[in-house]
């Protein structure tokens, strides 16, 4: 029996968002082969209804179950509220909720911790109740910060429209004396310079992406999931989207190029 499996882990999100987690992952485990699905057609799940989202999800786990993949990697925080299983037809389910409520609850302080998310996120709760879980005593203040995904669709990351409405919505968290900020949506992550201006530079802010490579390593280590031979190289990066576009392609490729060696390709598909 092979101790090695070249398949590839398959990462899904409604857009450019879930490009941060696959770079967290492209950086920690540069042998493995990565496929990506942006479901670009039908973003953003935020706004979406519970059910809606569930069924968006199923499909884009679909999909990717037949691309042959080992492991599913739902890089969405609003998709990962509906997506409580760790086992998907038989593949390995791993959200970004449960990683980040647990690297948040080890490495909070003052036990004070913020959550910037969609309204959907917000409105599930996931973080509180699994923060809580870990650690009753610590205190968390949800935030929704809806417009956040379109400024990091837009490549708005370091501008001051971006700087002002961080500061709307952050403001009030200015006094809770937070020491843990969770960016409970895979987009946030493009926005760290000016969410961190709002907060005081000793603020440790949680990415999605290097929570989820944690466990990854510890399941990978633990054999639970198979890695790919060390001196395995991936040729080809491919990234499916549900609608095409020339912004998302330059974007995608502006924050991968540095983080694989491999050819980055773009296909058009359906999930449907």
């Not at 491919?238 to 773009?266: C, M, P, R, W």
């Amino acid at each position: 029996m092979s101790t090695f499996d070249a398949r590839p882990i398959g990462v899904f999100d409604s857009g450019i968002g879930g490009l941060t987690v696959l770079r967290e992952l492209l950086k920690a485990f540069p042998h493995e082969n990565f496929i990506y699905l942006g479901d670009t057609a039908r973003l953003p799940y935020g706004s979406k209804s519970a059910p809606t989202v569930r069924k968006y999800s199923e499909q884009n786990m679909n999909f990717l179950l037949s691309k042959n993949v080992k492991a599913i990697v739902v890089a969405c925080n609003t998709a990962s509220t509906q997506i409580s299983e760790s086992v998907f037809e038989g593949i390995p389910v791993y959200n970004v909720i449960d990683p980040g409520a647990q690297l948040a609850a080890e490495t909070t302080q003052n036990k004070n911790v913020a959550v910037l998310a969609t309204r959907a996120t917000v409105k599930a709760n996931n973080y509180e109740v699994k923060i809580k879980k870990l650690n009753p005593s610590i205190n968390v203040f949800s935030v929704a910060c809806p417009l956040f995904v379109p400024l990091a669709e837009e490549g708005w990351h370091d501008d001051a429209i971006t700087d002002q409405v961080a500061e709307k919505y952050l403001s009030e968290l200015k006094n809770k004396n937070i020491d843990t900020v969770v960016l409970a949506c895979t987009h946030y992550p493009l926005l760290k310079k000016p969410i961190s201006k709002v907060f005081h530079s000793a603020v440790k802010l949680i990415d999605s992406g290097h929570a989820i490579s944690l466990i990854l390593e510890k399941d990978f280590k633990q054999g639970s999931i198979l890695a790919a031979e060390k001196n395995n190289q991936q040729k080809q990066l491919t990234v499916y989207l549900t609608d095409s576009g020339a912004h998302f392609e330059n974007l995608s490729t502006q924050l991968l190029t540095n983080y694989t060696q491999s050819k980055i390709v773009f296909e058009t598909v359906s999930v449907i």
